[in-house]
């Protein structure tokens, strides 16, 4: 079987994770808690994962049309596709 893959590359811009992380943007701004942190590969945002209750990263994905999200936890490499439900690593510097 044909291994699954991302159709949504070409929007990645943003690889690198920011120095410092305060939280989900969106959680700061109503209080909310979240459990694991995921930044848009798009523009950089950062929003909860889908095991928060308020799924921020993947509300943000559908909202603003930017598919791909990647881990904001620490040691964490891989990145997800919300459209194409895809699990991948982005090789550093592919935004080049």
Known sequence: MAQ?????LDRIAVTTLPSS???CEECMKIG???V???M???CGK???CDASPNRHARRHAADDDHPIARSAE?????SWCF?????FVVEPGAEE
Do not use: K, Y
């Open 40 to 42: 848009c590969m798009t």
């Open 21 to 23: 992380i305060a939280g």
């Open 36 to 38: 694991h942190l995921r």
């Open 4 to 8: 699954p893959i991302c159709t949504h």
């Open 32 to 34: 909310s808690r979240w």
């Open 83 to 87: 459209v194409d439900e895809v699990a």
């Open 74 to 78: 620490p040691g964490e490499e891989w």
């Open 46 to 48: 950062i929003g909860c």
